[in-house]
């Protein structure tokens, strides 16, 4: 009965050792990287420029967020480029967000004012990512008015940037 229980626990250790020892790969872990055009001719005056990155989800969702202020005035616009990973052929419907405009490259835009407080143009680009260039004052506070909502060409025209 000894030499059982010995050859058991000899097995298992050799088990052991054998599991240690296969070389398996890591699950796969596609790389994060991506490159993105940026706006460089404002409608105004740029004090301070600052990136956001959130990959809480790496193999889920990537978005990218790029924000462009005038510390003065408190106008500010966002770029914000973001894409579900795991899921590229459900593409958001963005033609829900309002009237429809061509941008340089032949893409359809959607200009965006539901809010009394916000301007944003949508868009998808040629990588398949919902991009949008939102414009507000003083964190999103102010109500915009004929003085200083942005005309909807300025959105475009930095949105062409883009491209």
Partial sequence: ???????????LVLLALVELATDRSDP???PIEHT??????FPFEITQRYSEIDI????????FVFNYVNEETAQELRYIVH????EPEDMEDISSYGDQYILADGTSAFYDETEST???LWWIN??????????YIDGNSVELDD??????????NLANQTL
């Fill in 118 to 120: 916000s301007q944003g």
């Fill in 1 to 11: 009965m000894k030499w059982i229980v010995r050859a058991l626990g000899g097995l």
């Fill in 126 to 135: 040629k990588d398949g990512f919902t991009a949008r260039i939102i414009y």
């Fill in 36 to 41: 993105f055009e940026e706006p460089i001719a």
């Fill in 56 to 63: 809480e989800k790496p193999h889920h969702m990537h978005q």
């Fill in 147 to 156: 003085e200083t909502r942005l005309p909807v060409q300025q959105l475009i």
């Fill in 83 to 86: 894409k579900v990973v795991d």
């Fill in 28 to 30: 796969p872990n596609p």
